[in-house]
């Protein structure tokens, strides 16, 4: 695979020929990790003819460093918390606590403001592909995975266009499948993978799942 993709698009193209196995299956539903994963599962549902929905996860970034993760959390209770990140730095209690508590107030607000009225996703029985535009540590999408095995899936597939091989490790552990494009190191960071990486807005990730209902009424 050739790196760095050119933007999340592309990736989200590769990535679905990668999927091609699942193409018109029923029983089909993609989920995208926003606000950077909706663009790649946008494409991806859209090649396998599958209904496209997201699950809003927070990272709970460390004091003084919130790009480095200690933990994420997700819909249903889920938290998931690097246990060495929190010794090492000797991280206390009440710190993750507060740091969980501003970020559980974030992930209500954009659940409700991705999901347009529409209930929240019953997953029981379907197959899943969990979709983020890459994975460094692993934790958001570690809690994006549990979330989703709480409802009861017949199959969770994690599906990423570049991952560290850390975090490819997590995901094998708790997806019934991994589908990932690149595994390259060192890792450093997702946005070097790419020649474009802009934030996404919620803008463009309403308009997205917009389409993508739209595409499946027509």
């Not at 990736?11 to 699942?22: H, I």
């Not at 592909?129 to 999408?141: L, Y």
Request: glycine fraction near 8%; aromatic fraction near 6%.
């Amino acid at each position: 695979m050739l790196l760095p993709f050119p933007n999340r698009t592309e990736a989200g193209r590769l990535l679905a020929a990668e999927l091609k196995q699942y193409q018109g299956r029923s029983g089909l539903i993609v989920i995208a990790l926003p606000r950077g994963g909706v663009p790649v599962a946008f494409e991806v549902a859209s090649a396998l003819h599958a209904p496209l929905d997201v699950l809003p996860v927070r990272k709970l970034g460390t004091p003084g460093q919130e790009e480095l993760a200690m933990g994420a959390i997700a819909p249903g209770g889920v938290r998931v918390l690097d246990e060495r990140i929190i010794k090492e730095l000797g991280i206390s209690q009440e710190t993750i606590e507060r740091i969980t508590a501003a970020e559980k107030l974030i992930l209500e607000q954009r659940e409700r403001s991705y999901r347009f009225g529409r209930p929240a996703l019953n997953l029981r029985d379907l197959t899943a592909i969990v979709v983020d535009d890459g994975v460094a540590t692993g934790a958001t999408m570690h809690a994006a995975l549990k979330a989703v095995k709480q409802q009861r899936p017949k199959c969770v597939i994690a599906a990423v266009p570049v991952a560290s091989d850390a975090a490819w490790e997590v995901l094998a552990g708790e997806a019934d499948e991994v589908a990932c494009l690149a595994t390259p190191e060192p890792f450093y960071a997702v946005g070097l993978w790419y020649e474009e990486f802009p934030q996404v807005s919620d803008e463009e990730v309403r308009r997205l799942l917009a389409q993508s209902a739209q595409q499946k009424v027509a």
